[in-house]
């Protein structure tokens, strides 16, 4: 079973499109692909181009006919209908207020933006071009002089700066952290946007973070509060407006005739369908017996006991379903229970090394997923950017100034992976081991409960939101209060929990981000001690640690693809010392199942599905199925 995903940077459309910036080495071979290098007064060396990529040459030339993954001729039309978890209340995913829709963003573009067959490049999509220095201390945007937003007013640089303003201003807190090395923004002219970066911050991946902004309509907000939830369908650039809106059960997004991208080499063969339909559920159980019903008709399978025991309902076995597990070449998603250290009982390591202990996966694994996972243990999982054995003298260059906030464990054993237990669900082996971590933390037993040395209780409650979860949390409580300490699992719906991980009003909570492949800023979304206390981050553990602040610096800065896996690996291995998480369970594919009237490109590009992007409706598959009674 996999958690919904928590998103971590809502910037731009394709998740290879978190990358940043090109490095010196790029101006070979300049003009196969499109780039120009210039010279200013003073001889600073300017490089214009059509994308940027952060290590390596990109590898669409300008003028590109499409991607290569698509299919230039795919037919337009027809509904893509799948599924969301929970309820929603709102229209606008950028602030505080409101539980957005799925793929609310959907109405919005960014300067740039990437490619499913590249970890780290961007390319032109309301900018056709990007120019900066060497030491990216700055960079340009021109904009396309065509692009317009859904009310056909141009899109022009104010309109840039007021969205780089009003996030800041108005926006979630965290735009804070993303943008706090932004020196300034301005409009240098009509189409010409110019993004300052402060002196001394770490440049390489500030161009990304520029590039990624989502651009909202000055006027449009000018007798509107950016700051309050609607469900009125807002001005944008981008490809789909609001068709209808049920709040809290169903959204339904449109494609635009008058788009003014359409033509666009980097939108060939994307963005395929007439409607994007949403219908929310509850619970994954629920959202599965609709689906068998035709209530919608695709899905990604989360819920590894339906997958293995389930799939045999009547539209299968009459062929009317698509049944197939697809690659997904990504990080296998950091997925987990997080621990908030920001609490008292909870600050101690080793206080959470013994609860994470009594999370039994190999029984999981066996009882309630009939095998079907193998158990997480890196940030970085199933990726070369993974920690393993002993620090490499790489990891130890970026480590030992460091040694003071860390656990010395860094510099001695092998990266920390979670305790390997026997297939019951009572592990007695684990549990002597738990004890002892508590009894040196000053938790010990007095008439059977975990209490200190004021008398008071150990008490831990795991937050959740999923009924398809109390299954495998119950035996966690259940494995804790063997342990003596007082567990309990409160039960909320989505919308309580997403509004007390706002505001980290949690013991436990659980979490999936997936990870770049080209790690950066984004990270200090996740662990940095800025983020900490930053309402509605990301980081759901409140680690704030000057060694991990310094570590992400290390990797922002990365100056090539070693160096950057090198200081991942010293982030992951220290990270994973600390203990701020117990790790789940990954499968490194896409489990999917979908009415076959949906066709996507073969082979599939390695980090992306796409459903939503690059598939295609097939009108006569779908008549077949209306006519056999399929939906």
Same mark, same amino acid.
């Not at 394709?14 to 071979?29: E, H, N, W």
């Not at 999923?466 to 719906?493: C, H, Q, T, Y």
């Not at 980290?504 to 662990?527: H, K, N, Q, W």
């Given at each position: 079973?996999?958690?919904?995903?928590?998103?971590?940077?809502?910037?731009?459309?394709?998740?290879?499109?978190?990358?940043?910036?090109?490095?010196?080495?790029?101006?070979?071979?300049?003009?196969?692909?499109?780039?120009?290098?210039?010279?200013?007064?003073?001889?600073?060396?300017?490089?214009?181009?059509?994308?940027?990529?952060?290590?390596?040459?990109?590898?669409?030339?300008?003028?590109?006919?499409?991607?290569?993954?698509?299919?230039?001729?795919?037919?337009?039309?027809?509904?893509?209908?799948?599924?969301?978890?929970?309820?929603?209340?709102?229209?606008?995913?950028?602030?505080? =207020?409101?539980?957005?829709?799925?793929?609310?963003?959907?109405?919005?573009?960014?300067?740039?933006?990437?490619?499913?067959?590249?970890?780290?490049?961007?390319?032109?999509?309301?900018?056709?071009?990007?120019?900066?220095?060497?030491?990216?201390?700055?960079?340009?945007?021109?904009?396309?002089?065509?692009?317009?937003?859904?009310?056909?007013?141009?899109?022009?640089?104010?309109?840039?700066?007021?969205?780089?303003?009003?996030?800041?201003?108005?926006?979630?807190?965290?735009?804070?952290?993303?943008?706090?090395?932004?020196?300034?923004?301005?409009?240098?002219?009509?189409?010409?946007? =110019?993004?300052?970066?402060?002196?001394?911050?770490?440049? #390489?991946?500030?161009?990304?973070?520029?590039?990624?902004?989502?651009?909202?309509?000055?006027?449009?907000?000018?007798?509107?509060?950016?700051?309050?939830?609607?469900?009125?369908?807002?001005?944008?650039?981008?490809?789909?407006?609001?068709?209808?809106?049920?709040?809290?059960?169903?959204?339904?997004?449109?494609?635009?005739?008058?788009?003014?991208?359409?033509?666009?080499?980097?939108?060939?063969?994307?963005?395929?369908?007439?409607?994007?339909?949403?219908?929310?559920?509850?619970?994954?159980?629920?959202?599965?017996?609709?689906?068998?019903?035709?209530?919608?008709?695709?899905?990604?399978?989360?819920?590894?006991?339906?997958?293995?025991?389930?799939?045999?309902?009547?539209?299968?076995? =009459?062929?009317?379903?698509?049944?197939?597990?697809?690659?997904?070449?990504?990080?296998?998603?950091?997925?987990?229970?997080?621990?908030?250290?920001?609490?008292?009982?909870?600050?101690?390591?080793?206080?959470?090394?013994?609860?994470?202990?009594?999370?039994?996966?190999?029984?999981?694994?066996?009882?309630?997923?009939?095998?079907?996972?193998?158990?997480?243990?890196?940030?970085?999982?199933?990726?070369?950017?993974?920690?393993?054995?002993?620090?490499? /003298?790489?990891?130890?260059?970026?480590?030992?100034?460091?040694?003071?906030?860390?656990?010395?464990?860094?510099?001695?054993?092998?990266?920390?992976?979670?305790?390997?237990?026997?297939?019951?669900?009572? $592990?007695?082996?684990?549990?002597?081991?738990?004890?002892?971590?508590?009894?040196? /933390?000053?938790?010990?037993?007095?008439?059977?409960? #975990?209490?200190?040395?004021?008398?008071?209780?150990?008490?831990?409650?795991?937050?959740?939101?999923?009924?398809?979860?109390? #299954?495998?949390?119950?035996?966690?409580?259940?494995?804790?209060?063997?342990?003596?300490?007082?567990?309990?699992?409160?039960?909320?719906?989505?919308?309580?929990?997403?509004?007390?991980? =706002?505001?980290?009003?949690?013991?436990?909570?659980?979490?999936?981000?997936?990870?770049?492949?080209?790690?950066?800023?984004?990270?200090?979304?996740?662990?940095?001690?800025?983020?900490?206390?930053? $309402?509605?981050?990301?980081?759901?553990?409140?680690?704030?640690?000057?060694?991990?602040?310094?570590?992400?610096?290390?990797?922002?800065?990365?100056?090539?693809?070693?160096?950057?896996?090198?200081?991942?690996?010293?982030?992951? #291995?220290?990270?994973?010392?600390?203990?701020?998480?117990?790790?789940?369970?990954?499968?490194?594919?896409?489990?999917?199942?979908?009415?076959?009237?949906?066709?996507?490109?073969?082979?599939?590009?390695?980090?992306?599905?796409?459903?939503?992007?690059?598939?295609?409706?097939?009108?006569?598959? /779908?008549?077949?199925?209306?006519?056999?009674?399929?939906?």
């Amino acid at each position: 079973m996999t958690r919904k995903t928590r998103t971590i940077a809502p910037f731009t459309r394709s998740v290879a499109a978190r990358r940043s910036m090109i490095i010196a080495a790029l101006l070979a071979g300049s003009a196969t692909f499109g780039w120009a290098a210039s010279a200013t007064e003073d001889g600073e060396t300017v490089i214009k181009a059509h994308g940027i990529s952060t290590f390596g040459d990109l590898k669409y030339p300008e003028g590109f006919p499409h991607l290569d993954y698509v299919n230039p001729d795919a037919p337009v039309g027809g509904t893509m209908s799948t599924w969301g978890f929970g309820s929603f209340d709102s229209l606008t995913p950028y602030i505080l =207020k409101g539980q957005p829709a799925p793929l609310s963003s959907i109405f919005f573009e960014s300067l740039m933006t990437g490619t499913a067959d590249e970890p780290s490049s961007l390319y032109g999509l309301l900018a056709e071009s990007i120019e900066y220095p060497e030491n990216r201390q700055w960079a340009i945007f021109n904009l396309r002089p065509e692009a317009r937003f859904s009310d056909g007013t141009p899109v022009t640089a104010d309109d840039v700066v007021f969205s780089f303003n009003v996030l800041i201003e108005k926006g979630r807190p965290i735009y804070k952290t993303t943008f706090s090395d932004f020196e300034n923004v301005e409009a240098i002219g009509p189409l010409r946007v =110019k993004f300052t970066f402060r002196d001394g911050a770490n440049t #390489r991946e500030l161009p990304l973070a520029a590039a990624g902004l989502p651009v909202f309509s000055k006027a449009y907000y000018a007798d509107r509060d950016f700051a309050e939830s609607t469900i009125d369908p807002p001005v944008g650039s981008g490809r789909y407006t609001l068709e209808s809106v049920a709040p809290g059960q169903t959204v339904v997004y449109r494609r635009r005739d008058d788009y003014w991208g359409k033509d666009l080499n980097i939108n060939v063969g994307r963005e395929n369908f007439e409607f994007i339909r949403i219908e929310m559920f509850a619970d994954y159980t629920s959202a599965f017996e609709a689906f068998k019903g035709g209530a919608y008709h695709y899905r990604e399978e989360y819920f590894s006991k339906l997958w293995a025991t389930a799939y045999d309902f009547p539209a299968i076995t =009459k062929g009317w379903v698509v049944r197939a597990t697809l690659p997904d070449g990504r990080p296998s998603g950091t997925q987990g229970f997080w621990f908030n250290i920001r609490r008292d009982k909870l600050k101690d390591p080793r206080i959470r090394e013994a609860l994470g202990m009594m999370f039994n996966f190999e029984w999981s694994n066996k009882t309630l997923f009939y095998g079907l996972y193998d158990r997480t243990d890196s940030f970085w999982e199933n990726s070369h950017m993974q920690a393993e054995g002993l620090p490499s /003298a790489g990891e130890l260059a970026l480590l030992e100034p460091l040694r003071e906030h860390l656990p010395e464990s860094v510099f001695t054993e092998t990266a920390w992976s979670p305790h390997v237990s026997k297939p019951d669900q009572l $592990d007695r082996s684990a549990v002597r081991k738990a004890g002892k971590l508590l009894d040196a /933390a000053g938790w010990t037993i007095q008439d059977g409960k #975990r209490v200190n040395v004021n008398g008071e209780l150990l008490r831990i409650t795991i937050l959740n939101d999923s009924p398809s979860f109390e #299954r495998i949390i119950n035996p966690w409580v259940e494995n804790l209060k063997k342990l003596g300490v007082e567990a309990d699992m409160r039960m909320v719906d989505s919308a309580q929990e997403e509004e007390l991980r =706002k505001v980290f009003d949690y013991d436990i909570v659980t979490a999936r981000f997936v990870m770049s492949l080209t790690p950066g800023i984004e990270l200090r979304s996740i662990f940095s001690s800025e983020s900490a206390e930053t $309402d509605d981050s990301s980081n759901l553990s409140g680690i704030a640690n000057p060694a991990i602040d310094a570590l992400i610096a290390h990797v922002e800065a990365a100056p090539d693809r070693n160096s950057l896996d090198t200081a991942v690996r010293a982030l992951d #291995r220290s990270l994973r010392a600390m203990h701020i998480w117990v790790p789940q369970w990954y499968k490194g594919s896409h489990n999917v199942a979908y009415f076959d009237m949906y066709d996507h490109p073969e082979p599939l590009p390695p980090y992306a599905l796409g459903e939503n992007d690059f598939w295609w409706y097939d009108a006569e598959k /779908a008549a077949k199925l209306k006519d056999d009674g399929a939906i």
